[in-house]
């Protein structure tokens, strides 16, 4: 490392709080200590002896080529752009050397926009691995990270380790996946003063300080720390804290009392999961799957959502309507029997009122075609439903569609019902392939039916099952009296 650089990075360590675990910090200041006139093994008031882990070697660099070959980041087959978020995290490092191991929150901010407005783009996983860093520019792009979530699917894995800082990005993330043996946590602040005024003594160095404001040279490095010093510095470690657990709360939907109860402490592969502070055990490629089967079910909800809103654009213009074209009624929760509409003959007009001045042409009440609405608000509700077993269908859940049927679900909260459910199943233990083989009773039934009406009338799957159950209103309850009997533990 250049030596002109050392005093830039011991301001950046010493004297300001830093969220970073503590073995990590230690070797920082082993690697950087003898070089500015300090002892080769440093012990700090507070602080335990750890053992220095070896730098990684040059060869395991990872390889950020991407298939386009122009971006920064790489990117799936998929259209997932992989973020990496690794080594000691700073606000900047442009004076520093990218061999050194850091990452910027300037260059993920950069990343992460680039990633987020690019169309090709179709979801964000960020893949860290570090032990934290600073707190300047940190919350401000968790900010950034959680805000994307509402533009894209974006997901995290611990692979490794997530700390302190690291885990402040990773927290943001719609799921966060951890290896095995992978690590989350380390939820708190540090900061460290260097007092050299004993070995300025014994090197026969006085320093005098000359200053205005009684707190101007509280955190010198040639004196002691004063108790006015440390209270100050508390105040500001509390404070960046209770930002920090906020943070986290609100990124995992956890309470801040939970999140404060982890005392920074660091939770290892399930225990993080019981924790609350991540969603589930997996490999780099289990997060990679579940954030593209997310990033299809995304799009697959705003094409349905798109196709909602040009036919709200053509209703606004008359519909005829006849016995021959009008769409068939959409099934309710629970399926009732279609309600008989008897045809409205046209109004008769309404006689004139005695005594008053005729009515304009222009300003008349216009005619209002009653059926026509009825229809188009229907057609509109059938093609929602049919969204909603579309993607019941594309998830293989199709034993939640009654629940997701329900008129106060909208097509995008079914998309992300379905994607925890999906994330639940994944975590719990392979089921007997005999018993989820094929559908039998009720659901058996209407499986059946609906491959009938699908075959015979020339539509999806999707529709067909809409029809069956509107058609078979006796089964549907069957159905659901069988899902709601209570299971027999084996």
């Not at 012990?43 to 730098?55: C, D, K, N, S, W």
């Not at 956890?254 to 589930?280: C, E, M, N």
Request: net charge negative; hydrophobic share 45%.
């Amino acid at each position: 490392m250049n030596q002109k650089y050392l005093p830039h990075l011991a301001a950046r360590v010493f004297g300001v709080p830093l969220m970073i675990q503590p073995d990590k910090l230690m070797v920082i200041l082993d690697a950087i200590g003898p070089r500015i006139g300090l002892p080769e093994h440093l012990l700090i008031e507070g602080m335990p002896v750890v053992v220095t882990r070896p730098a990684p070697d040059d060869t395991e660099e990872e390889d950020l080529l991407m298939t386009a070959g122009r971006k920064a980041y790489p990117v799936s087959p998929d259209g997932i752009a992989i973020i990496t978020i690794s080594g000691t995290l700073v606000k900047k490092a442009s004076w520093m050397d990218s061999e050194s191991g850091l990452s910027s929150y300037g260059d993920i901010r950069t990343m992460l926009a680039d990633a987020r407005d690019d169309p090709a783009i179709r979801g964000i996983l960020l893949d860290v691995d570090s032990p934290g860093g600073e707190v300047g520019g940190l919350f401000d792009l968790a900010d950034e990270v959680y805000a994307v979530r509402e533009q894209k699917p974006c997901y995290a894995i611990a692979n490794d380790d997530a700390f302190s800082a690291a885990y402040a990005l990773a927290s943001c993330a719609q799921r966060l996946f951890v290896t095995r043996t992978g690590g989350v946590g380390s939820i708190g602040v540090i900061a460290v003063h260097m007092d050299q005024s004993g070995w300025d003594e014994k090197m026969g160095r006085k320093y005098t300080a000359v200053f205005a404001g009684a707190r101007k040279n509280d955190y010198s490095t040639h004196q002691p720390l004063s108790d006015a010093a440390r209270a100050n510095l508390q105040d500001e470690i509390d404070r960046l804290h209770e930002m920090f657990v906020a943070s986290v709360a609100r990124g995992r939907g956890i309470s801040p009392a939970l999140v404060r109860k982890t005392d920074a402490s660091i939770y290892w592969g399930a225990t993080a999961i019981s924790a609350g502070l991540a969603d589930q055990i997996g490999t780099f490629d289990d997060a990679l799957a579940a954030v593209t089967q997310a990033s299809r079910m995304s799009r697959q909800a705003r094409a349905t959502a798109s196709a909602g809103a040009q036919i709200e654009e053509q209703g606004e213009e008359p519909m005829a309507q006849t016995p021959e074209t009008k769409p068939a009624d959409a099934p309710a929760i629970p399926v009732a029997a279609p309600v008989e509409t008897q045809p409205q003959a046209a109004p008769a007009p309404a006689p004139a009122p005695a005594a008053t001045a005729p009515v304009p042409e222009a300003a008349a009440t216009p005619f209002v075609d009653a059926a026509a609405i009825e229809a188009r608000v229907r057609g509109e509700h059938a093609i929602v439903q049919d969204a909603k077993v579309a993607l019941c269908k594309t998830a293989g859940r199709l034993d939640l569609l009654p629940e997701m049927l329900s008129p106060s679900l909208t097509v995008a909260q079914v998309g992300d019902r379905l994607l925890a459910a999906q994330s639940q199943r994944s975590q719990a233990a392979p089921l007997n392939s005999q018993i989820t083989a094929t559908p039998t009773g009720a659901e058996g039934q209407l499986n059946s039916a609906a491959t009938q009406i699908a075959a015979g009338r020339q539509i999806t799957f999707a529709q067909a099952y809409v029809e069956a159950l509107k058609l078979n209103p006796a089964l549907y309850t069957q159905y659901l009296d069988e899902k709601s009997a209570p299971v027999v533990p084996r």
